[in-house]
């Protein structure tokens, strides 16, 4: 197990090298000029040139790259022109509410998700089943956007139940945050929700009709035990797939939600500083979420192993043998 | 005379889809004794599974309903019980093998793990024993180093050694019948011989009765006692194994017999079959179901639906003539 957890890191190395590759050359082409940005429109062109060569800008690419690189490999993100402060503490500052978000909405997600999905799929074809699976499909075409205003619209204006922006303080209690937390996650949780719905619904029914569950059922387990105990293991493989994908698309995802509920996440934080133009900034907590991506996705293959015994640690995470 | 364990009357399994239901076990009648084995025989679709699994009653429903009938096992009507005390039959008083052991156990659970959980369920024990009973299991069944095997996973066994856990997995509990659904039918020669010796072996230390579902005429006569043939949905001939063999009464019964090689034969002859398709169950017909394909019928077997009775001491047929073929005995080949 430890092999293989090793070697999965040693392969991630690329695949981050490229990330950075693709993120220096995307910021520096992303039009506007952070000097002029910063300096404002009364600054004068000497005074603006001036900090361009403070920056770094007015170096060959290649020496700008191999500073970033160089940067990378101590763990340096370089320091925010914006902020003027080292790019990792923002982020460091902002990541963990982003995570609180991200996680909570994973919670509600998968308690809301999984029951739904078990059974639309053991009353197959059931009035249940039906309105499940159609809300499971508004669910995944709903607008965040539009959806998180008329959250807001219906819980905090107009039946004034729930804060609708900010995240509140410890100091006032986990209540506080608690009850700041919840139209955000909501708002979040929408469409991963509809996706394990029916993810877990469709996996469901094709493990239901596998022999082994016959043979569970002719041993005499009660059909709670059937469904919780031999299908839902075998049906959690391509869940947890999904699952993998879905925390990272809800990571960055929480961008959008952060923005409408000001919640002082790391999507603000980054959407704040192409609005600046500060591109150590961007370039920066872009390498940070790429980072965190991959190493959800290990995370994911490694759990995907220990749900599923057919796939040996060694032959990469592959192919299931034995069909 | 032993006792009677198993008497099932006239049952009758449908599967409703559209407005005709599958007529899939349209009266079937047999039965069977403790200590004894049954074979049921029959083409493929004549409703042999659907038969095992009405007698575990674990026929889905929808779109499956036990219309009609009665199985009476160990004095009890099954069919009247309800599904909790079934639940505590299933596995551990009738227990089941089924035709595929590559897809019959749970791919994400230890071979150990699946049969400590059957025993768990039935006996009362803590997992720590059960564990300790079912590694005992998998050594009464012939696996060797099963200390080790029983922490493996499905995956790692071979078809024939899968086989063997299922079979240590339904004898787990002592059931007092185990109903086998074409339990050699996946595996190859070999194993497959020695799959029914390790059955035999087992069931006469177990004195468990055998449901041995099967379209090998070679298995049979290799371990049944008696032997039901189904045709569409019924039981249209039933008698002891060397009766069936020697003096069949049913023209169904007698192709099934030509279009099976025979070994023992001198003279080399060439294998018949039965010309046509088995009837739609839909749609049966209104006589007979096997008059269409008969090369024997008459009138009155498209008219009249022949009922199953005793022609001689326990040897029953479905078919107008039986009487006849009995006392032409010899001449009909
Ligand atoms: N779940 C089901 N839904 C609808 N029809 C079914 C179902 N299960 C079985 N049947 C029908 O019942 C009939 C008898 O099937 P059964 O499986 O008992 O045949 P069998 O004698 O076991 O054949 P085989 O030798 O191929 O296993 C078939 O025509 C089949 O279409
Ligand atoms: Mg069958």
Redesign the interface.
């Known amino acids: 197990m430890l092999k293989y957890i090793i070697k999965r890191i040693i392969g991630l190395i690329p695949v981050l090298f490229c990330v950075s590759v693709v993120v220096f050359v995307i910021t520096r082409v992303i039009p506007g000029d952070p000097a002029a940005v910063m300096l404002g429109p009364q600054a004068t062109n000497e005074a603006v040139e001036a900090l361009r060569i403070k920056l770094g800008l007015r170096d060959p690419l290649l020496v700008q790259y191999g500073r970033f690189l160089m940067q990378l490999l101590r763990g340096d993100l370089g320091t925010s022109i914006a902020y003027n402060q080292p790019v990792l503490d923002l982020i460091l500052d902002t990541f963990p509410n982003t995570v609180l978000l991200a996680a909570s909405s994973l919670l509600i997600a998968t308690i809301v998700a999984l029951p739904i999905g078990i059974l639309s799929a053991v009353k197959q074809y059931s009035i249940f089943d039906y309105l499940s699976m159609t809300f499971a499909l508004v669910g995944v075409s709903m607008p965040v956007y539009w959806l998180g205003l008329m959250l807001v619209l219906l819980f905090s204006i107009k039946l004034q139940l729930l804060p609708s922006i900010g995240m509140g303080s410890l100091s006032n209690g986990l209540g506080d945050i608690l009850s700041h937390l919840i139209l955000p996650s909501i708002a979040l949780a929408t469409i991963p929700m509809a996706n394990f719905a029916r993810i877990t619904r469709s996996s469901m029914l094709e493990v239901v009709r596998q022999d082994y569950i016959r043979t569970a059922r002719a041993k005499g387990l009660s059909e709670w035990k059937v469904i919780i105990k031999h299908s839902l293991k075998n049906a959690m493989v391509p869940l947890l797939t999904v699952m993998g994908m879905q925390i990272s698309m809800m990571l960055s995802g929480a961008v959008l939600t952060e923005t409408i509920f000001a919640w002082p996440g790391m999507g603000r934080l980054v959407v704040d500083a192409i609005e600046k133009r500060d591109f150590i900034m961007v370039q920066g907590s872009v390498m940070f979420l790429a980072f965190i991506f991959v190493f959800v996705n290990l995370c994911v293959d490694v759990l995907y192993v220990l749900v599923n015994p057919r796939i040996s640690y060694d032959n990469k995470g592959g192919d299931s043998s034995g069909a | 005379m032993s006792n009677e364990l198993l008497r099932v009357t006239d049952l009758r399994t449908y599967f409703a889809a559209g407005p005709d239901p599958a007529k899939a076990v349209d009266g079937v009648t047999f039965s069977l004794n403790e200590g004894e084995t049954l074979g049921i025989v029959g083409e493929s679709g004549s409703g042999k599974s659907v038969t095992a699994m009405s007698i575990?009653r674990?026929i889905p429903n929808p779109p499956g309903k036990i219309v009609s009938g009665e199985i009476i096992f160990s004095g009890k009507n099954l069919l009247q019980l309800s599904e909790a005390a079934m639940?505590?039959?299933?596995?551990?008083e009738i227990?089941?093998i089924?035709q595929?052991p590559m897809?019959?156990?749970?791919?994400?659970?230890t071979i150990g793990n699946q049969i400590a959980?059957?025993i768990e369920?039935?006996q009362k024990m803590t997992s720590k024993e059960a564990g300790k009973v079912a590694v005992e299991m998998l050594k009464m069944v012939g696996i060797p180093e099963a200390e080790e095997r029983a922490k493996q996973?499905p995956?790692q066994f071979s078809g024939g050694m899968r086989q063997r856990a299922?079979i240590a997995?339904a004898l787990s509990c002592k059931p007092k019948l185990l109903i086998a659904d074409e339990p050699t039918t996946a595996l190859d020669v070999t194993v497959q011989a020695q799959i029914l010796n390790l059955m035999k072996k087992l069931q006469k230390e177990l004195n468990t009765s055998i449901i041995m579902i099967t379209h090998d005429l070679g298995v049979v006569a290799e371990t049944c006692d008696y032997v039901a043939v189904m045709y569409a949905g019924r039981c249209v001939e039933y008698s002891d194994t060397v009766t069936l063999f020697d003096n069949p009464l049913h023209p169904y019964t007698w192709g099934l017999l030509a279009s099976q090689p025979n070994l023992d034969s001198k003279e080399k002859q060439k294998l018949k079959t039965i010309k046509g398709n088995p009837p739609d169950l839909r749609n049966l017909p209104l006589g007979c179901n096997f008059a269409e394909r008969c090369p024997h019928a008459q009138h009155i077997c498209f008219e009249k639906e022949p009922q199953l009775s005793e022609i001689e001491n326990n040897h029953l047929t479905a078919c107008h003539f039986s009487k006849e073929w009995l006392s032409s005995r010899g001449e009909v080949s």
């Open positions: 575990m674990l639940r505590r039959i299933r596995g551990n227990s089941m089924f595929d897809t019959a156990l749970n791919p994400s659970f959980e059957v369920l039935h996973y995956h299922m997995m």
